[in-house]
């Protein structure tokens, strides 16, 4: 055998078992990542007292929420949601685009949904990237927006679910992933 020769399966990337420690991690440095260079702020991982069930709101019932959402599809499939307070969710969007409280008053809430969605967006999108480099490809759908209050997202039984705290800002940041792998039923 020559010295050159490689069998085709050691260029292929090694593929990392789905852990909920790997989805944390990756989770962990998306969400920080993105709201440190995007918003200025550096959230913390927080794992509240009581972890809520799966059909439990995992958001104060009374403050109005505003949640993006991007899927990722490939040989893992799955969504996340990135729940924000409206409050939240506005001071991110002045900092981001560099608006006044007033001017976002003048602009709408278009405005607030383009801004969670593009930052919804890049958190999903280095998660993937983490995913594709375990050895997972996936590629994105576009984002989307929930607006309400007291809303619960129930995943279907065969969805695998992670939710993960995040206090920035004063503020709590909740990142709920549904995961689906092929293999799974």
Do not use: W
Not at 16 to 45: C, H
Not at 48 to 55: I, R
């Amino acid at each position: 055998m020559h010295l050159f020769t490689r069998n085709l399966a050691d260029l292929m990337p090694a593929t990392a078992e789905i852990t909920e420690a790997l989805i944390r991690e990756y989770i962990n440095r998306a969400v920080t990542d993105v709201f440190k260079t995007m918003v200025g702020r550096e959230p913390s991982f927080s794992t509240p007292a009581d972890t809520p069930q799966q059909s439990q709101s995992l958001t104060p019932p009374d403050r109005p929420q505003v949640v993006g959402t991007v899927g990722f599809l490939g040989d893992v499939n799955g969504l996340v949601y990135l729940h924000l307070d409206l409050a939240f969710a506005r001071l991110c969007t002045c900092h981001l685009l560099g608006m006044t409280e007033q001017e976002l008053d003048e602009a709408g809430d278009e405005v607030i949904n383009d801004a969670i969605g593009e930052m919804t967006n890049m958190t999903v999108g280095s998660f993937k990237n983490g995913l594709c480099d375990a050895g997972y490809p996936c590629k994105l759908t576009i984002p989307s927006i929930l607006r309400g209050t007291n809303f619960s997202i129930e995943p279907i039984s065969s969805a695998v679910r992670h939710v993960y705290f995040f206090d920035c800002a004063e503020h709590r940041v909740v990142a709920d992933i549904l995961m689906k792998s092929d293999d799974q039923g």
